[in-house]
């Protein structure tokens, strides 16, 4: 199919296209580089930088397209989502409008959403199944909101309009390409801690809050390949499905695991690891783990790569 990969130079979607490419798809990516600037970089696919809050440029790069990957979206740590709101809720929900009204008026065959697992926000029970968003209350946060309302959105063009979707559900992907910044919590954690304990050789660790928080963290290879191949058939046709590793560690264990690994090649010196600990909003998460029963299931998916290994490549990374 001729698909178009909306978000296309961040971090995910490029590990997605080349599985894309390499199925036979012929892809268009579109991308407004709103985060970090202009990407140089070589491509094997057709581009189009463009804003996708503007109609004319969504019709565009609309035009002769069979499906759409919307990935487009700002996107930040726990900080940056406080700091953004109100970009995150409008502009976010206003592209994937915009998206889903040309997909519609093109007839295309799937608009394939990414969401998060941010929409779990205020989850009652652990692990978090896809249908338990049906009896929790709205998420804290408006990135959260916003991933909620655009899941809503898809579905409501396919009850008003037959337009089918696929919607995914990844849960904190771990990729040694993603760039932290310079305030904590304005990127993932993941990055953050990368950059901090093993760039900038920061002891002791500025964390947020007391580090008990509990996540789950992915392999991005393991969301990419998932999102390729199992996007525009018939096992996903209108379902939601979690994308993660339920393996659940606290954010102080996560720094120490990073701490240590970049002991043991000589990039640090220090005996051991220290926090300092800076204040966190109250609608920070405390913990979040994913039920993948769905996805092993109806697609006979699990994630391959586990933590330990996903930390190890991260690191090699960055020392080579």
């Known amino acids: 199919m001729k698909i178009l990969v909306t978000g296309s130079e961040g971090s995910l979607m490029q590990a997605v296209i080349p599985y894309l490419i390499k199925e036979g798809h012929v892809v268009t990516g579109v991308d407004n580089f709103s985060r970090y600037g202009y990407i140089q970089r070589k491509r094997e696919y057709t581009f189009f930088e463009h804003d996708l809050t503007e109609p004319k440029a969504v019709s565009e790069v609309c035009e002769d397209i069979d499906a759409i990957i919307q990935a487009a979206a700002q996107i930040y740590g726990v900080v940056g989502f406080h700091k953004s709101p109100a970009d995150i809720l409008t502009k976010d929900l206003l592209l994937h409008q915009n998206l889903l009204y040309e997909a519609r008026k093109k007839k295309m065959k799937r608009v394939i959403y990414i969401s998060s697992s941010m929409v779990y926000e205020r989850a009652k029970q652990i692990p978090v199944h896809e249908d338990d968003v049906y009896d929790?209350?709205?998420?804290?946060?408006?990135?959260?909101?916003?991933?909620?309302?655009?899941?809503?959105?898809?579905?409501?063009?396919k009850t008003q309009y037959d337009l089918d979707y696929t919607i995914w559900r990844p849960f904190n992907i771990?990729?040694?390409?993603?760039?932290?910044?310079e305030e904590p919590?304005?990127?993932?954690?993941?990055?953050?801690?990368?950059?901090?304990?093993?760039?900038?050789r920061?002891?002791?660790?500025?964390?947020?809050?007391d580090g008990e928080q509990i996540r789950c963290f992915t392999w991005i290879e393991d969301v990419a390949s998932a999102i390729a191949k199992y996007s525009f058939g018939d096992s996903t046709k209108c379902?939601?499905?979690?994308?993660?590793?339920?393996?659940?560690?606290?954010?102080?264990e996560l720094a120490k695991r990073i701490f240590y690994k970049a002991k043991q090649r000589g990039i640090v010196k220090d005996a051991n690891l220290s926090f300092s600990?800076?204040?966190?909003?109250?609608?920070?998460?405390?913990?979040?783990v994913p039920s993948i029963e769905k996805a092993q299931r109806q697609l006979n998916w699990k994630p391959t790569t586990k933590l330990e290994d996903a930390l190890d490549r991260c690191i090699n990374e960055i020392c080579n």
Do not use: C, W
């Open 185 to 200: 919590g304005m990127s993932h954690v993941f990055a953050d801690f990368i950059k901090r304990i093993v760039i900038q």
């Open 136 to 157: 929790m209350q709205i998420p804290f946060t408006d990135y959260g909101l916003s991933k909620l309302v655009g899941e809503r959105m898809s579905k409501a063009y």
């Open 239 to 252: 379902e939601i499905f979690n994308l993660g590793n339920p393996e659940p560690i606290t954010m102080n």
């Open 202 to 209: 920061q002891n002791p660790l500025e964390i947020l809050g």
């Open 277 to 288: 600990h800076k204040p966190i909003y109250s609608d920070d998460v405390r913990i979040r």
């Open 174 to 181: 771990i990729t040694p390409y993603e760039k932290a910044s």
